[in-house]
């Protein structure tokens, strides 16, 4: 069955520094990926998406991710971060039949 | 800009009452959802509909029903609520996944008492 892990429930960064946060999926063909980024008390936003060809794509915000196939992962990056980038981070993969499954989320806040 | 609009932000009600949730698009997508979000739990997908007047369940679809009688609008129906049902509700639309990604709406907070 599909499934997207995402291990870190809460991840703490200074601002200014670099941030990954972790996506691994189960999905027995070529997935779609996405990162969506939720701020307090609204709906989901994407950042980026993954369908097919270069394997690092870049989003909104200054934000990157890589497909690793060998390692069934897509995590996001970010070199430098801001306040402003406090918020739940959701991955998502879709199928070929209009299913998107997501993990549980990895809440992200930023120090000061 | 493209649009999914849910028509009510903030709702509270009294076990028992029945519930409407309303999602519009305006991006003349086929494919509707309706999600629930729970802190440590992700989204889970309660309905989908792929056409009008078409519906699949999702994983949870159990006291919720789902109405698309036009292509644009999803409504989402809690016959009688329960307490558990207290939670983020949020819609969102595709034309499909194989060229486009979800598109939400800002959620319905519902809260039953």
């Known amino acids: 069955a599909q499934s997207v892990t995402q291990p870190d429930i809460h991840i703490t960064v200074s601002e200014g520094a670099s941030l990954e946060l972790r996506c691994n999926y189960s999905?027995?063909?070529?997935?779609?990926l996405f990162w969506y980024v939720q701020s307090p008390g609204q709906g989901l936003q994407l950042l980026l998406k993954?369908?097919?060809?270069?394997?690092l794509v870049q989003g909104i915000k200054g934000f990157e991710a890589e497909f690793k196939r060998s390692q069934s992962s897509f995590n996001l990056r970010k070199p430098s971060v801001h306040w402003s980038d406090a918020a739940e981070y959701f991955c998502?993969?879709?199928?070929?039949?209009?299913?998107?499954?997501f993990g549980s989320g990895t809440k992200l806040n930023v120090k000061p | 800009d493209v649009k999914v609009t849910q028509s009510s932000r903030y709702l509270v009600k009294r076990t028992g009452e029945k519930v409407f949730l309303e999602c519009v698009q305006d991006?003349?997508?086929?494919?509707m959802f309706w999600y629930r979000q729970d802190p440590g739990l992700g989204l889970r997908l309660i309905y989908f509909?792929?056409?009008?007047?078409?519906?699949e369940k999702g994983d949870i679809p159990e006291g919720y029903s789902v109405s698309r009688e036009k292509k644009e609008r999803f409504s989402l129906i809690l016959e009688s609520a329960s307490t558990n049902q207290t939670s983020m509700y949020l819609c969102?639309?595709?034309?499909?996944?194989?060229?486009?990604?979800?598109?939400f709406g800002e959620g319905s907070r519902l809260t039953v008492l």
């Open positions: 993954y369908f097919s060809g270069d394997t």
């Open positions: 969102a639309s595709v034309r499909s996944s194989a060229t486009g990604e979800l598109f």
């Open positions: 509909s792929y056409d009008v007047k078409m519906k």
């Open positions: 999905y027995g063909a070529t997935p779609y």
């Open positions: 991006m003349d997508h086929e494919n």
């Open positions: 998502a993969v879709g199928d070929n039949f209009n299913k998107f499954y």
